[in-house]
């Protein structure tokens, strides 16, 4: 038995497990608040969800808009990033449209093509 006595029971206390006790009371407590804790932020989530959907604000794209060109090979439509075509970019649905496009801008493969 322990001498550092800072009570009247500490004797008592210790019979009956009283630190064990104290610990899985604590543990229950930080497992409730957290429990709490999560709940509420998944409220909050879904009430500025609701609240956004409700308002009609369609979500950013993280990066950046989008819009709808035409391919400069085969004039099919596709999507690219405004800020990629503002830059002089996206011009292509792909990059084989892309080196189709650069093979028949020499004159020498235009006539190994046939066109
Ligand atoms: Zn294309």
Redesign the pocket.
Known sequence: MNIDNDGYYQELDEARGADAEVAEWSRDAARESNAKARAFRKAVKAEVARQIKAAGIARPQPRGAKGVYQ?K??K?D?EARVADRNRGWAK???KS?KATHQDLRQPYNRINYGT
């Open positions: 391919c090979c085969c099919k596709f292509f649905c792909s449209c």
